[in-house]
């Protein structure tokens, strides 16, 4: 950590040392359970931390990432050189009339919770999804015939400069699975969405309904990152993995799901290679068979063992 002692100093004169960790294992905060050491992981309370802490890991020319619950990420075995921030202490939900604002590290779970308390309705889709309101607003995150485009009015970032930016919808230049977040390295702060009036009834039903379906269809008892793979043109990816005979499928613990081959899964004790090595061979099997080749969803991170 010799290389990091005038950096560190400086941290600590942002932020407590609480919210700072040395030698982090990653595994400890993604969904998949797997991942090397994070040289330093930060946990900052609100949002001038995050722009100081960003401005710091800038004049020092140490390169950052960010991170909400980890849901949606694969970090090598090697793991993480430079610092890491996980905003999940940053996550208050305020509602005002039709409009929900919450921080990036606010779980679409309590997002949506917030909704059906408060009888707003369009947000359904998201409330088995399991990740932060901040990283769904950066990946246009979906399912069940919605996504974020649908509701999302601004998302509040910091810019590559320190600053704070609103960027309204158009200016979040939403697409499938990605955003100006991740176009241009931006990190979320929060999001406002807007959302209709609607029967509390009715609304729990629709996430009953959903919760049911997910249960039923998915690995939710197993470690993962959710679809792994992003949807081809023209096809479903989770159809051509199947058809490609390689449900149940393993590479050490990791296993194409026998319950729904969209999903990698860490049976046990998967390591992130094992993750990659199958990822590589779904997808070089799926294109020699089909000509289609699968990109993933989940991002990776980090360093080779």
Request: hydrophobic share 40%; aromatic share 6%.
């Amino acid at each position: 950590m010799k290389q990091y002692a005038k950096l560190i100093k400086q941290i600590n004169k942002v932020t407590t040392k609480e919210n700072i960790k040395i030698d982090e294992l990653m595994g400890n905060h993604t969904s998949f359970k797997v991942g090397g050491p994070a040289d330093i992981l930060l946990t900052p309370k609100d949002v001038n931390e995050v722009q100081a802490l960003i401005k710091i890991c800038k004049e020092n020319n140490v390169i950052y990432y960010l991170i909400g619950n980890g849901s949606n990420l694969l970090v090598r075995d090697g793991g993480i050189r430079g610092v890491v921030i996980k905003l999940c202490k940053i996550n208050n939900i305020k509602v005002e009339g039709n409009k929900i604002t919450a921080e990036s590290g606010a779980s679409l779970y309590n997002v949506t919770m917030a909704a059906l308390d408060a009888g707003l309705k369009g947000i359904e889709f998201a409330s088995g999804i399991p990740g932060s309101i901040g990283g769904a607003a950066a990946m246009n995150a979906g399912a069940y015939n919605g996504e974020m485009s649908m509701v999302l009015e601004s998302t509040l970032v910091v810019d590559n400069n320190g600053e704070l930016l609103n960027l309204n919808k158009d200016e979040m230049e939403l697409s499938y699975r990605s955003s100006a977040v991740l176009k241009y390295g931006y990190t979320v702060i929060s999001v406002t969405l807007c959302l209709e009036d609607g029967d509390k009834k009715v609304i729990k039903a629709r996430m009953d309904d959903l919760a049911k379906k997910r249960s039923d269809k998915q690995p939710l008892e197993y470690p993962s990152a959710g679809s792994t793979f992003k949807r081809p043109e023209g096809h479903y990816a989770s159809v051509l993995i199947q058809e490609s005979d390689l449900k149940g499928t393993c590479v050490g613990d990791a296993q194409v799901s026998v319950k729904h081959s969209g999903f990698i899964i860490n049976k046990k004790n998967a390591t992130a290679k094992d993750i990659l090595d199958l990822i590589k061979l779904v997808e070089d099997t799926v294109e020699e068979k089909f000509g289609v080749r699968l990109s993933t969803e989940v991002k990776i991170w980090g360093e080779d063992k």
